[in-house]
């Protein structure tokens, strides 16, 4: 286990499925998404966080972006990362991948819980909480890092962030154009090899 925890704190589809990866590579133990389906999840979201915390090393993927002050109050001395996109790019991933199905999870966090149709809701919603995570961390520049893969950034940002040596292997840029262009079949079989690999390498929640 390592002493630092590392929080991805970046909204889906701006490469958590890249981040998880790049942070396994790296050694940790890394715990996903959790509570997509829980009607109670804003009651139950502090204690089942606190739980993979004692059991993982880094975290990534909803809801760990909208709890991340608590986890800095209730866990100091960690670090964070922000993923992000262009907004427009981020939309139409996630209007392609959610379309109209709903969840109690996203409900939570957007008020609504699909975005076809509710784009701008979900575009608030995503660009406040960029801004609002760079206003909560502009006095500590050492805790959080910034990255946008979409920009070809890599192991030369993440690993000096986490005090690792830059590897020279080629950057698991995990879903990389998978969401513009490929079809709903070749996307399923992308995201089954996803967790085929989650599944070998642990921090799927099961």
Sequence with gaps: MHDIKVFGIGFHKTGTSSLSVALTYLGYKVMGYFGVDDPDIKYNVYKQAESYVNRYDAFQDNPWPIIYKEMDQKFPGNKF????????????STVDHFSTSSSPLHEWIYGIGFPKGNEALWIKRYEDHNQEVREYFKDRPDDLLIMDFSRGEGWEKLCPFLNKKILKSKFPHFNKKVDIGKKPKDRTLLHRAYYKFRRKFGGLDA
């Design 81 to 92: 990362i922000l993923t992000e996109r262009p907004t427009e790019q981020w939309i139409i």
